[in-house]
């Protein structure tokens, strides 16, 4: 009996160490956050009309950067 504690502290215990994960996922999401607030940062310091000359503006920066 001991043995098959032993072994399910074993097994289990990797699977309950998630801290690590989700500090790469709010990494992540922070990075594209940054990324997103840079291009709608570029897109309107180059804008001199409206709202949609700001939207196709975006739309443009980012179809440049994915290809």
Request: glycine share 8%; charged share 20%.
């Amino acid at each position: 009996m001991e043995r098959l504690v032993k072994l399910y502290v074993k097994m289990t215990t990797p699977v309950r160490n998630e801290r690590g994960a989700q500090s790469l996922e709010w990494l992540g999401i922070a990075a594209l956050l940054i990324l997103v607030l840079g291009i709608v940062s570029s897109a309107v310091s180059d804008n001199e009309g409206g709202i949609k000359s700001i939207i196709s503006n975006i739309i443009q920066k980012i179809s440049d950067m994915v290809g």
